[in-house]
């Protein structure tokens, strides 16, 4: 997603358009399915630490988006005061009026409030799986409430911005008031994934359904625009949120074509630096040449998100997941091992 953002940015802006918009929404949804699925344990477990949590996930990313940020200003000319209420402060993504320094960033900022957000819809869905316990029946009821909603957030925005004669959905997708439903619906199917208990009736029609429902996604989204202009043109992937809870509910398939195409080594590895990638993108471009080539500007944000990620952020990440995870187990009063947030005793029951 990231390098679709990139190359819609940088090379043909017409050709990858409405997947570059789309990916926003997709980049926020994944973020909420990650955090559930690495860190249930810390926002709403049994031994939940929330001060483990923040310092975990946001800690983590902070030192290199505040880096980027005031190069980007040393090294154009800028007040290091500029844009600090939008982009030190983050309120960037509680209003649409102009883009931050660096505009890729909005993500980020828009996940800050999101992973600040995000204990209550996990100690919310933890208390409805103690309730009615985790069972084909509750994963497949929390799945379609999960669609229900996620077409409820595309009629909301499409409603907004016919109302709305000033709202451009290009910052639409960008706000916090939307990303943090949509983040919500990430950790909602991250539940569905984690508890779908095993079937044998499942094995063969699960499957079969995900790459249907892929397929029948991806001409819905060649179609829209010719069948529903009215409803904002190419802006519609922005906030189309039943598409991501589609294309990813087709990756709990084990054997679906998506599953297998994405379980690839090399998508895998480049998903490691994503964030980095994200980040680098824009300064770089400001701060180079413009007479760089896009598929070497492509190949230089690549190495630098590589390094900058190994160098520098991995060390970082490393140091605050063995202290997190000794504030956890000090104020659990347990000795258990914790792997990137999932309890390892669960796996030697």
Same mark, same amino acid.
């Given at each position: 997603?990231?390098?679709?953002?990139?190359?819609?940015?940088?090379?043909?802006?017409?050709?990858?358009?409405?997947?570059?918009?789309?990916?926003?929404?997709?980049?926020?949804?994944?973020?909420?399915?990650?955090?559930?699925?690495?860190?249930?344990?810390?926002?709403?477990?049994?031994?939940?630490?929330?001060?483990?949590?923040?310092?975990?996930?946001?800690?983590?990313? =902070?030192?290199?988006?505040?880096?980027?940020?005031?190069?980007?200003?040393?090294?154009?000319?800028?007040?290091?005061?500029?844009?600090?209420?939008?982009?030190?402060?983050?309120?960037?993504?509680?209003?649409?009026?102009?883009?931050?320094?660096?505009? #890729?960033?909005?993500?980020?900022?828009?996940?800050?409030?999101?992973? =600040?957000?995000? #204990?209550?819809?996990?100690?919310?869905?933890?208390?409805?799986?103690?309730? =009615?316990?985790?069972?084909?029946?509750?994963?497949?009821?929390?799945?379609?409430?999960?669609?229900?909603?996620?077409?409820?957030?595309?009629?909301?925005?499409?409603?907004?911005?016919?109302?709305?004669?000033?709202?451009?959905?290009?910052?639409?997708?960008?706000?916090?008031?939307?990303?943090?439903?949509?983040?919500?619906?990430?950790?909602?199917?991250?539940?569905?994934?984690?508890?779908?208990?095993?079937?044998?009736?499942?094995?063969?029609?699960?499957?079969?359904?995900?790459?249907?429902?892929?397929?029948?996604?991806?001409?819905?989204?060649?179609?829209?625009?010719?069948?529903?202009?009215?409803?904002?043109?190419?802006?519609?992937?922005?906030?189309?949120?039943?598409?991501?809870?589609?294309?990813?509910?087709?990756?709990?398939?084990?054997?679906?074509?998506?599953?297998?195409?994405?379980?690839?080594?090399?998508?895998?590895?480049?998903?490691?630096?994503?964030?980095?990638?994200?980040?680098?993108?824009?300064?770089?471009?400001?701060?180079?040449?413009?007479?760089?080539?896009?598929?070497?500007?492509?190949?230089?944000?690549?190495?630098?998100?590589?390094?900058?990620?190994?160098?520098?952020?991995?060390?970082?990440?490393?140091?605050?997941?063995?202290?997190?995870?000794?504030?956890?187990?000090?104020?659990?009063?347990?000795?258990?091992?914790?792997?990137?947030?999932?309890?390892?005793?669960?796996?030697?029951?």
């Amino acid at each position: 997603m990231c390098c679709i953002i990139i190359w819609h940015h940088y090379c043909n802006p017409s050709i990858f358009a409405q997947l570059a918009y789309c990916s926003v929404t997709f980049f926020v949804f994944f973020s909420g399915f990650v955090t559930q699925y690495a860190y249930a344990d810390k926002m709403s477990g049994v031994k939940a630490h929330l001060l483990s949590f923040y310092l975990r996930r946001i800690a983590r990313v =902070l030192p290199m988006y505040y880096s980027i940020h005031f190069l980007v200003l040393v090294f154009s000319g800028k007040s290091l005061a500029t844009d600090f209420q939008d982009s030190v402060l983050m309120f960037c993504t509680w209003h649409g009026s102009s883009p931050a320094t660096n505009f #890729p960033a909005w993500t980020v900022c828009a996940l800050v409030w999101c992973w =600040l957000f995000a #204990p209550l819809p996990s100690r919310i869905l933890f208390l409805m799986r103690q309730r =009615l316990g985790s069972s084909a029946k509750y994963s497949l009821a929390l799945w379609m409430c999960l669609l229900t909603l996620g077409f409820c957030n595309e009629v909301w925005s499409r409603v907004a911005y016919q109302q709305d004669e000033d709202m451009d959905l290009d910052y639409w997708f960008y706000e916090t008031k939307h990303n943090v439903f949509v983040f919500c619906l990430g950790m909602g199917i991250s539940e569905v994934a984690q508890h779908m208990p095993d079937a044998s009736h499942l094995s063969w029609v699960w499957p079969i359904c995900c790459d249907v429902t892929l397929l029948l996604t991806l001409g819905f989204t060649a179609s829209w625009e010719r069948l529903f202009p009215s409803w904002g043109c190419s802006y519609w992937s922005g906030a189309f949120a039943p598409v991501a809870v589609w294309v990813l509910t087709s990756t709990l398939g084990h054997q679906s074509i998506l599953n297998r195409i994405c379980s690839h080594g090399i998508l895998q590895t480049l998903g490691d630096y994503s964030m980095q990638i994200y980040l680098l993108a824009n300064p770089l471009h400001d701060l180079l040449s413009q007479d760089v080539e896009p598929i070497l500007l492509y190949a230089f944000v690549i190495t630098a998100a590589v390094a900058s990620a190994d160098l520098a952020e991995r060390p970082w990440s490393e140091f605050l997941k063995k202290s997190t995870d000794e504030m956890q187990r000090r104020s659990a009063g347990s000795s258990m091992g914790f792997d990137d947030g999932i309890l390892l005793a669960e796996s030697t029951k």
